[in-house]
Each structure stands twice: as C-alpha cells, then as structure tokens.
C-alpha cells in the first residue's frame, strides 16, 4: 500500500501552442484537428517566430509543438514541406525547436509516432516529449488510426524511456473503453516508469464531443466517474509522476481533490488548437482552483530530470536562467 504523501501545490506551465501542421495519418472518431492536405494546413515559418516572439515578451516558458503523425503519408504534403524548403515535417520541427531555443523558451513536442531515430534526433532540441497512450483497448474510435495501435504507442513510450527523454503520456477517457481498461493502461504506465523512469507527467483527459465528427452525439464521461478515474491514476502511479487534467476541459475546481497534481500548459497567446472551442483559464482562475493548495509555475521539463541531467547541453544555459525566472515569480 502507497504511504499517502501530503497535498502538493498545483503546478501548470506557461507555454504557446504552435501546430505545425493539421494533416494526420490518423482518422479518429472524436478527432476535429485533422484536415487534409489544403492551403493553410502547414503553419508558416513567419507565424511560427512571430508567435514565439511574443510568447517570449509574455513570459511563456514552452512551446508545445505538435502536429499530426506521419503527413508525409497523405498525397500531397511532400511537395508542401519542400516548398517551404524543408525535407519533411522533423527537420521543420527540430529547426523551429530551435528557434524557440534562440527566443528563451523551452520546446516539447508530441509528433505522434516516431520511431527511436527520429525521436533521437528531436531530443536534440527539446526538454521533454510526449505522446499520449490514450487506451490499451482496441476501440471501434480507432478503427482507421494505425498510430493508434496500442501495441505501437506502447512500444515508442517504452523507446523513450531507453533514450531517457523526460516523457509525457496520458489516457483519453470515454473514447469507448471500460475502468477495467482504464487501469491496465495506468498500470502499464507505471510498470514502463519502474522500468526506465522516464515519465513525469500522465495526462488523464476527458473526451470532448466535437461537431461534425463520428463521435459528436457520443455520451461524456459522467464528472463522479472522472473523478474516479483520477483518484485511480493517483492511486496506481508513483508518488514522482504528476496526474494532471486540462482546466479547460473539465471544472477542475471539483476535480482537484480527487487527485490531480498539474494543470497542464496553459497560454496567454494561443488557443488549443486540439479543442478550439474550450478557452484555457486565466491565471486568477487558476489561483481559485488552487485555493489553499497554493499554485506554482513550473517548467516543461520536470525538477527531478533537470538534476539527472536528462537534456541537451544546448539548452542548459536557458533551464537555469527560466528556473531563476519562476523562482522571481513564485518566492
């Protein structure tokens, strides 16, 4: 049985959302992000810098950047990213990683499925990745979404941990699967995080139903069963692994105390582009949901893989100038 460990303060991170592109691979049930190849489905290089310019003046510390898996696979993108004179969508990537670098802010990206090479070669520039497992079930919300094999996600979590990339992993609950599911998949987490020791957040996400996809008449998970789910991560994951929600999506005022360690990313400029219809919370929300919990501001890269060391030597210099940064902000 866990020796059950005091409350921590609720930490969340001040960041910018820049979706380097919208074309995916994958065609998930509840998914609205995903278009096809068209104009405007590749974020241009001048947004992209003119967006983490003023990230930077806002005081964000990470530039989450994602994109959908694999769009070289969809007819057309190619010649795309070639015209905008890059090889394909990672080189992109690591170059406006360090862009993001040059303007003082720390990268993470969730590209979907990479294999070991291709994250390897993103670690360069990033202080931390992600890739959501969302569930060990095989769901009908997945039926044409290869990246969304268990098998497939499961084995990248685990390659990020041999490469010792601070990690960020989570669950989608109500996407079809049971409570049974939802624990074998929290349990595998924890058995891959005994394993390498690489997983400092996991993200316990409700589905959202979106307008004009397979999913949008689909029921929500009910807030007593979510809260349930929550009290289960805690439970089941280590004490060094943050349970975190999105405060957009669910009223964390009634979900902090069933478990919940992190409020995520969460931005002053940019909106979230996977839910565009739910606002991120603004910093006085934040302190009310905090309450007597209290409220930190934390970087990208948790503290416990800042002092292993687990990151490049490129962007040593800028941990510790942001780290100075939010100790002046939160004494």
């Not at 007593?224 to 349970?243: G, K, M, N, Q, Y």
Request: proline residues 8%; hydrophobic residues 40%; glycine residues 8%.
């Amino acid at each position: 049985m866990k020796t059950m460990m005091p409350p921590r303060p609720l930490t969340f991170s001040r960041n910018v959302f820049l979706p380097l592109t919208t074309v995916c691979r994958n065609r998930c049930d509840y998914c609205c992000f995903r278009t096809p190849v068209q104009p405007g489905c590749l974020m241009a290089e001048g947004e992209v810098l003119r967006t983490l310019e003023r990230g930077s003046a806002l005081g964000c510390t990470e530039a989450l950047f994602t994109f959908g898996e694999k769009p070289e696979e969809e007819p057309g993108f190619t010649a795309m990213i070639r015209a905008a004179g890059y090889s394909d969508i990672l080189q992109y990537c690591h170059a406006m990683c360090g862009a993001a670098i040059d303007r003082g802010i720390l990268p993470h990206t969730n590209a979907g499925i990479l294999s070991s090479g291709e994250m390897a070669f993103l670690r360069e520039v990033n202080a931390s990745m992600g890739l959501m497992l969302e569930t060990t079930a095989g769901v009908p919300a997945h039926r044409r979404s290869l990246g969304k094999k268990p098998e497939v996600r499961i084995r990248m979590i685990e390659e990020a941990g041999q490469l010792r990339i601070p990690f960020t992993t989570g669950i989608l609950v109500g996407i079809g699967e049971t409570m049974e599911d939802r624990e074998e998949s929290l349990m595998l987490i924890r058995d891959l995080h005994r394993r390498y020791g690489h997983i400092q957040e996991v993200i316990v996400q409700n589905f959202c139903p979106k307008e004009g996809t397979p999913m949008a008449g689909a029921p929500v998970p009910a807030p007593d069963e979510f809260c349930v789910t929550l009290s289960l991560a805690r439970d089941i994951l280590p004490d060094d692994v943050a349970v975190q929600i999105a405060p957009n999506l669910a009223d964390a005022r009634d979900l902090v105390a069933c478990g919940v360690d992190d409020l995520g990313g969460i931005s002053p400029l940019t909106i979230d582009y996977v839910n565009p219809e739910h606002p991120w919370p603004q910093l006085a929300s934040l302190l009310e949901i905090a309450g007597a919990r209290g409220l930190r501001e934390r970087l990208c890269i948790y503290p416990q893989y800042v002092e292993m060391g687990w990151f490049p030597r490129r962007i040593e210099a800028l941990i510790r100038r942001l780290e100075q940064q939010i100790r002046e902000r939160y004494p």
